[in-house]
């Protein structure tokens, strides 16, 4: 969403303020949006999606519920940007895979 966007369909906890922003999600709106997504997650793992995103037929035939309910307790952005982060996430842990099998070394830093 940018700045100036006029879609106020996002997400039903958000929120507006009175300058005509929005309110940020409490403590529990964001634990009940975490567990959303590890539940989300956990099925997607079961059915061996890594990408949501580029496999959002599989998943949402497969994970549905687990879905339905990410979507519906976290905001639309956030959604994405944990769909995202999961890719990311997943090819930087193939990559540490990959060059540990190679025998890649830490590399030493000065304490500056």
Known sequence: MGWFSSDKTESPQMEPSKDGGYI?????????????????????????????????????????PELKEFEKVCQGSWVTYFKKRRVMEYQRDQTIKKLNAEGAQPMQTTGR
Not at 27 to 37: E, S
Not at 43 to 52: A, F, N, Q, R, V
């Open 24 to 64: 940020a999600p409490d403590r529990t709106a964001r634990a009940q949006c975490w567990d959303g997504r590890d539940n989300f997650f956990k099925c997607l793992d079961k059915h061996g999606i890594i990408d949501s995103v580029k496999e959002d037929e599989k998943a949402k035939k497969l994970c549905a």
